[in-house]
């Protein structure tokens, strides 16, 4: 589903990861590793196909936001896919346990919200 020079970002890191490979191994080893439970939401982002994406809270019993996943098509391939995280990540380990973190409710507002996406799915 992806391009061969696929970009993938979470404004505002600076960070990104960019070509098939790299965005690969950034998958495998960090969201899609297994260690998290996921649920996805799709809507629109400024005429864009984006997804809502939800992380599993264990103390909640539910899924509550994670990101706002806009994606760019070249075709019928995603060419990049922008990611807005809601959830803090300024803490002593970074961004190693990012999805563990609760979301920061003024994110959720701007983000989810504004876009008709529910705060948690269960």
Do not use: C
């Not at 998958?27 to 996805?40: A, V």
């Not at 982002?45 to 936001?65: C, I, K």
């Not at 973190?101 to 504004?114: G, T, Y």
Request: charged share 30%; proline share 7%.
């Amino acid at each position: 589903m992806l391009t061969q020079d696929v970009a993938w970002s979470m404004p505002p890191l600076a960070s990104w990861y960019g070509g098939i490979d790299e965005v690969e191994v950034f998958l495998r080893t960090k969201p899609l590793s297994g260690e998290w439970r996921w649920r996805h939401r799709p809507t629109i982002s400024n005429g864009q196909l984006a997804v809502g994406t939800y992380t599993w809270m264990e103390h909640e019993n539910t899924h509550r936001p994670f990101s706002l996943d806009v994606l760019t098509l070249q075709g019928d391939r995603i060419r990049e896919v922008t990611a807005f995280v809601v959830r803090p990540a300024d803490t002593e380990d970074g961004y190693s346990r990012w999805p563990d973190r609760a979301a920061d409710p003024r994110r959720v507002e701007a983000v989810f919200r504004r876009f008709g996406l529910p705060d948690r799915v269960d």
